[in-house]
């Protein structure tokens, strides 16, 4: 696949298979990732890869999916991801890490795309219970995770207007995620 490729075929997945992740392979995510820009390249993001069965069946409890659909599209226990990476960062150190991680999560998209993974980048997620779960010191905060795992399913996208922006499920519980055309985006 080549990089438009990558690009465009990437969507969020929710329902995995039961196919466990190499951890050499979310290593090597971490690895690439964290050459990603960032601001006066002051490098503020740790990561935290969970792959060990008891973490990711616990985080599992904390992390919420979906919510435009209220649980309607919430993967089972037998559909959960397999792996999760944590973007940690020290609030002693820098007061907003979000572009740095913003650059580095969507770069383990497109790797985890690349690998044939899916991925869903998580911010409605329970911090504190996730990171005692980790045991990871308290000298960082955690600002959001992905969740990874071999895709169980294949969501679409559609170009819209000036419509709702909202995903949906089709008859045939297929993900629908509605995209703003590039008249819309593109300022002319
Ligand atoms: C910062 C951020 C936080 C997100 N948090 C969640 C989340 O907590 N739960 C979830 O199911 N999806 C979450 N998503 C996924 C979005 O719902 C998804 O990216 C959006 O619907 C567009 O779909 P696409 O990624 O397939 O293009 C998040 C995405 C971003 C960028």
Redesign the pocket.
């Known amino acids: 696949m080549n990089i438009y490729e990558l690009q465009s075929k990437r969507?969020?997945i929710?329902k995995f298979t039961d196919k466990q992740i190499d951890y050499s392979l979310l290593e090597k995510f971490v690895e690439h990732a964290r050459l990603s820009a960032s601001g006066r390249n002051l490098q503020p993001i740790r990561y935290y890869i969970a792959s060990k069965v008891e973490l990711v069946d616990e985080i599992f409890k904390y992390?919420?999916?979906?919510?435009y659909l209220k649980g309607a599209h919430s993967p089972s226990f037998e559909e959960r991801p397999r792996a999760y990476i944590l973007f940690l960062y020290n609030e002693q150190t820098i007061t907003n890490p979000r572009w740095d991680i913003g650059a580095a999560s969507h770069a383990i998209q497109l790797m985890a795309q690349y690998e044939g993974l899916g991925t869903?980048?998580?911010?409605?997620?329970q911090r504190d219970k996730i990171l005692k779960t980790c045991n990871i010191s308290n000298e960082y905060s955690l600002d959001?995770l992905l969740a990874l795992g071999y895709p169980a399913g294949s969501?679409v996208i559609e170009d819209v207007h000036n419509e709702d922006i909202k995903?949906y499920l089709d008859e045939n519980g297929v993900l629908h995620?509605p995209k703003l055309s590039l008249d819309e985006v593109l300022i002319k």
């Open positions: 969507r969020t929710r992390v919420s999916w979906a919510g869903c980048w998580m911010g409605a997620i959001s969501p995903y995620v």
